[in-house]
């Protein structure tokens, strides 16, 4: 304090400007961007106004704020963006906080009413949010299915008519001009759906320029599928959850996508470090493979509220009441291949419902930080884990940040003020203790939140301090491209 008041007389003394006072200051951390692939300790200062936050400063040398955060032995990294998180509520927004996220995005399954989405969350949420125009609820909505999160009737069964198909791809368009992030599909959702009428979606998509994030029909017969489709049309592909579409075929897939980018396709994937999915019992992509299965393919199946793997009775009853059950069909070689992989952006896929939901909702990002960059480093230096792959830290944290941001920034310029720490950039940091950082959310108590997340701040506003979830903050904003 004694030094700082000296050199603010000596400057006044000698008619230079004094040093600026910051509005907060993160100090001694390990700086990680991987924008420009800096490493190394850095103090940044952050300026905070009415409109959001900025980075100001990042530097060596000494600096001031009216707040300030201590980082030394701490990560600072630009905030977590994820964008395939289904659950989009205040209870979730303070989940995916205390994991390091600062967007989130419903880009899947989205939304049939674009303008009413943004409404329900304009006076703010503790973290960014966005959503997709979806192709499935646009075809819910236009053959009027009566499902409430996915279709279970005609919107996944019934063949849509040319009238029909119209409608759809004018709502798809509508949904556009309404700053949709960009168009969401589920294709096992939709088993009705005729080629045709995903030409028609994806002819939108490509005369605007806009990715479709797609679930794709499992396996290499899937993605071909939706490889010709943009294809055919140029339309921007984003195929989601690798790991759980490929399954035994991910290696193939991902080869796959990466000779479509060599050809200069505008294809890209994501991953989640789980071997196990999650999804509505009575969604086709469920009831088409299971409703006929026998007991030893229904023991795929748990139902996550009491742990119990299905037979034919408990699917039928379960059937009956509906609701999300956890499907283990992937394995941990499979899924550390696909969250290793140059090509893959990490994302959720969170799913939350009614108190019940996915694990990953809570612990992605801490569960790639901790088992696939500081555990799997580890392991190879002592006795190698079976079939486990490693991450660099920079690369984690690219998948985390920049990739998500660069995926989406041509439809949505603000995202080049995301996912980097330089200065100018949105003030979304998240800053983590490398050493600790895990999650703990299992099947059973899939709400406990990760450990070693220690402060993160949207908008310069600390969300989570300490570890700790700050109550009673909004600072987040609307994800949205151009009207």
């Known amino acids: 304090m004694m030094t700082s008041i000296i050199s603010l007389v000596l400057a006044l003394q000698l008619g230079t400007p004094a040093p600026p006072v910051y509005d907060r200051v993160i100090l001694g951390g390990r700086v990680v961007d991987p924008s420009s692939n800096l490493d190394a300790v850095r103090n940044i200062g952050l300026s905070v106004g009415p409109t959001g936050g900025r980075i100001a400063v990042i ?8 707040d300030t955060i201590d980082a030394r ?5 630009p905030g977590f963006i994820d964008i395939h998180a289904h659950g989009q509520t205040a209870e979730t927004y303070r989940f995916y906080s205390l994991d390091g996220v600062t967007t989130a995005l419903e880009l899947e399954l989205g939304a049939s009413d674009v303008a009413a989405w943004y409404r329900e969350r304009e006076a703010g949420e503790r973290i960014n949010y966005g959503v997709s125009i979806g192709h499935i609820k646009v075809r819910m909505a236009v053959m009027r299915d009566a499902g409430t999160r996915m279709p279970v009737g005609d919107g996944a069964y019934r063949p849509a008519s040319p009238e029909q198909i119209n409608e759809i791809a004018q709502g798809i368009e509508r949904g556009l001009r309404e700053g949709a992030v960009d168009i969401g599909a589920g294709f096992p959702y939709t088993p009705a759906a005729t080629r045709d009428e995903l030409l028609a979606v994806f002819r939108v998509a490509a005369r605007t320029k806009t990715p479709i994030h797609a679930h794709i029909i499992p396996g290499v017969v899937g993605l071909k ?3 010709s489709l943009a294809g055919e049309t140029g339309a921007p592909l984003h195929v989601v959850h690798i790991n759980s579409a490929g399954l035994a075929e991910t290696p193939v897939m991902l080869d796959m996508i990466r000779d479509a980018r060599a050809q200069g396709r505008d294809v890209t994937t994501e991953a989640y470090p789980y071997d196990a999915g999650m999804t509505e019992i009575q969604s086709a992509t469920i009831q088409d493979v299971y409703k006929n299965a026998p007991d030893e393919r229904l023991a795929e199946l748990e139902w996550p509220r009491t742990g119990e793997r299905l037979n034919r009775e408990s699917f039928e009853r379960y059937t009956r009441s509906g609701g999300p059950l956890v499907i283990h069909t992937n394995t941990e070689q499979m899924v550390a291949l ?3 992989s140059p090509l893959t952006i990490i994302a959720s896929d969170a799913y939350w419902q009614d108190g019940t939901g996915h694990p990953r909702t809570t612990g992605t990002f801490a569960r790639v930080l901790g088992r696939y960059v500081r555990d799997a480093v580890g392991a190879q230096h002592a006795a190698p884990l079976h079939n486990m792959h490693s991450l660099s830290l920079m690369d984690a944290i690219r998948k985390m940040t920049l990739m998500p941001a660069q ?3 041509r439809r949505v310029p603000a995202m080049k003020q995301k996912g980097r720490l330089r200065v100018g950039a949105d003030a979304d940091i998240t800053i983590f ?10 099947y059973r108590e899939p709400s406990l939140s990760p450990v070693g997340i220690q402060h993160v701040i949207v908008n310069g506003v600390s969300v989570v301090a300490n570890g700790q979830a700050v109550e009673a903050v909004a600072p987040g904003k609307a994800i949205r491209a151009p009207q």
């Not at 530097?59 to 009216?66: K, L, M, P, S, W």
């Open 59 to 66: 530097t060596t040398a000494a600096i001031r704020g009216r």
């Open 73 to 77: 032995g701490l990560v600072v990294a």
């Open 225 to 227: 599928a939706a490889l």
């Open 338 to 340: 696909a969250i290793t």
């Open 407 to 409: 995926r989406l920034e």
């Open 433 to 442: 203790d490398a050493g600790v950082v895990m999650d703990r959310s299992t």
